[in-house]
């Protein structure tokens, strides 16, 4: 009897492909909305994260403790504008020296006024450890949440930098949670009366406000202490106003440097160490994200803020 066919061996699948093919096709996933991944950021423009710090993101740390310093995965569009060294440390280190000194003791609730996250903690994070570390109350008002600090504005910056600036003040000691407004990050002026109001709303009993300088080169820095200069002038209160970018981009001859409203506090070791801690809490502004691009706040920046001192101007009578 004949025999019957012969029974075949299954083939492997990809097999008889020549070897280049089968290795490049290993290890690709489908595209398409049904493979992304589980609580992605919404990409689409205008979108905000919800109130409170995102799930993925660490609590901040116990006062004193030292920031984690685990690099951040974000992919700004593209590099800061920020590009040239500006002017040298020297300049208002020199400067300052001639300044009158002052002790600034705050009894009872303060008022901080932020434009971005940081911008409190590079101004006067000395000061806010001193009357935090004293039994003194800290009230933080930040107005935007800093989306476009390299650019177009992304969520995934701003649920970070929520949790930066969270961060920063436990590391101060201040207590109270900071109040995030989330205001269009570069466009404040045009929301200054929101955040009048929001200042009346949980500024109530502050006995002196401490807000970004008028004159300062950044637009949302003047919107910032325009709205808290208005706030102070209502309620007469002490105002003292902190400049961020006067000593990048201002030389102490320019007339918008009234050198006799300018004073200087002289921090503590303590207080100095609290302020280094809470810089860095804020890692995505200080570190390069992936990618290659550089931080918004490069060394030859962050130097300014690295001196033993914090400047105030003693507020002029508001506009």
Do not use: N
């Not at 935007?144 to 177009?152: H, K």
């Not at 709303?201 to 502050?206: E, H, M, R």
């Not at 002490?238 to 000593?247: A, F």
């Amino acid at each position: 009897m004949p025999s019957g066919p012969r029974s075949r061996r299954p083939r492997a699948a990809g097999a008889g492909l020549p070897e280049r093919r089968r290795r490049a096709g290993r290890g690709r996933r489908p595209s398409g909305p049904a493979h992304h991944r589980a609580g992605a950021a919404d990409p689409r423009r205008g979108h905000r994260p919800p109130a409170g710090r995102p799930a993925d993101l660490r609590a901040p740390a116990p006062c004193g403790t030292r920031p984690d310093r685990t690099r951040s995965s974000l992919r700004p569009a593209r590099r800061p504008v920020l590009t040239a060294p500006g002017l040298p440390v020297e300049v208002w280190r020199r400067r300052l020296e001639r300044v009158d000194r002052i002790a600034l003791r705050v009894s009872g609730p303060v008022l901080v006024v932020a434009a971005h996250p940081d911008d409190e903690t590079l101004g006067v994070a000395g000061i806010m450890a001193r009357i935090a570390m004293s039994g003194g109350q800290v009230c933080v008002v930040v107005a935007t949440d800093g989306e476009a600090a390299y650019g177009d504005a992304m969520p995934e910056l701003a649920a970070l930098r929520r949790a930066e600036v969270a961060a920063a003040m436990s590391a101060l000691c201040v207590t109270e949670p900071p109040t995030l407004l989330g205001l269009p990050d570069g466009d404040l002026a045009a929301h200054e009366q929101v955040l009048v109001d929001a200042l009346t709303a949980v500024g109530t009993g502050a006995r002196a406000v401490f807000a970004p300088w008028r004159h300062d080169p950044h637009p949302d820095h003047r919107a910032a202490g325009r709205a808290a200069a208005g706030y102070a002038a209502a309620r007469s209160c002490p105002l003292w106003e902190y400049p961020i970018w006067m000593r990048h981009w201002t030389e102490p001859s320019d007339p918008a440097v009234d050198v006799s409203r300018l004073r200087v506090v002289e921090l503590t070791e303590r207080e100095q160490a609290a302020k280094r801690r809470a810089i860095g809490c804020h890692r995505s502004q200080i570190e390069e994200l992936s990618g290659g691009r550089g931080a918004v706040l490069p060394p030859y920046v962050l130097a300014h803020f690295a001196d033993a001192v914090e400047a105030v101007f003693i507020a002029e009578p508001a506009a």
